[in-house]
């Protein structure tokens, strides 16, 4: 099997995992909302208060690390990680296919998210086009390196506490990088795009050496 | 060899002191204070090398797995935490009678800071993991992508624009006892550094010997 047919097969079972459960996601998202909510009240009211993008961003953060540190439960049940670690070049299409699964439910985390922003104040349309290459950017990263290091917490109890307190640092280029590129700063943008290039092939990189243990 | 190393640190610290407080002339506009710029440049210099090496030796782990990679890796971390403490602490006594606050969110110190978070949470890392071999693989693995950020702090005054003064690159502008006193003093660090870094590394082999015949 190809690696893209690899990663495929991966991806398309996660899918289906993902779909027999589709009530595993609302915790997520009501912590979201909640999260949004808590820090839009913390900040003051009015439209004026507190400007959408790090609003957004933490809320996306926060949210979106529950999803990170959940990425191996599936592998955990049965010991099936073991078996997969026996198969040859399988490593990098389970890491490209969580990545991609990651990346996709945080973005679906984040139009939730600025849907509920716009609830509490109203968001311009130009403002919010020329913040979209930021957030997928910064989705991507996020996605990436939380992806990697949830890799190496699989069946650890204090992962909930460790993958934030280890990822958080590692991605302040991000978080800085969504919050200044939002207004579509090209050198932010590139800031963003340098970080994934980088962590992504280091990611690929590595992600075996985790995977063996 | 070993008793010569304190009275040779300390020759070096005597040289040292003498060419920053006796030779090197105060300057014009901070005065006494500037002072601490020679011993801030010369930790921020053994804190990239401490953790450049970190990542080097974790490369060497990854690749070999070779237990000494990993003792080294570990202590590169170690002390490079060290020096980024010591340039965190140094810059803020700075930077109070200077800028007039102990802190701002200066790119160059707010990344200094984040790099310190990094390296911090790789000693975490390692203490959860305890004995664990999993841990080792683990650490390296964080502490290549902790090193991976390091350039984001040098390439932080020139896309930010942030406050910190930019001394590099502007040697012209600097007397030559300021001069001589700046190079000195990082040599004098950089053999603290190595030092502490060759101290620390017989600490952790050490302890390792010591599990084994327990």
Redesign the interface.
Known sequence: MTFFGATWALFKKECLLQARQPASLLPMFFFSFLALLILKLGFGEGEGAVPWVPLVWATTLFGGMLRLTRSFDAEEEGDLLDHLRILPGIAGPLFLSKWILNFLFILLLEIATLAFAGIFSAIPLTELSQAVPAFLLGTLGLSC?GT??AG?FVGEG?RDL?LP??AY??L??VILGVLHGAALDI?WLK?LASFDV??AT?SFM?FE??LK? | MKRFIPILLFLFLAVDFYLIFVNAPEEATQGLVQKIFYFHVSSAFAMYIGFLLAGLFAALY?WQRTLMWDLLSHAGVSVGLVFCTMVLVSGPIWAKPIWGTWWTWDPRLT?TF?LW??FA?SL??RN?FGDN??GK??A???T???V??IP?VFFAVK?WRGIHPAVLGKEGNMPGAMKLALIFSNVTVLVLFAVFYWVTYQLLRREEQAKHEN
């Open positions: 390196v990697l290091m190496m204090r460790l307190i280890l640092p590692i302040v280029p050198t800031v980088i962590f280091a590595v050496q985790i243990g | 990854l990344t984040f978070l990094i949470a975490m890392l959860y071999p999993r693989i683990f390296a693995v964080f290549l992508l902790g991976l950020d984001l896309l």
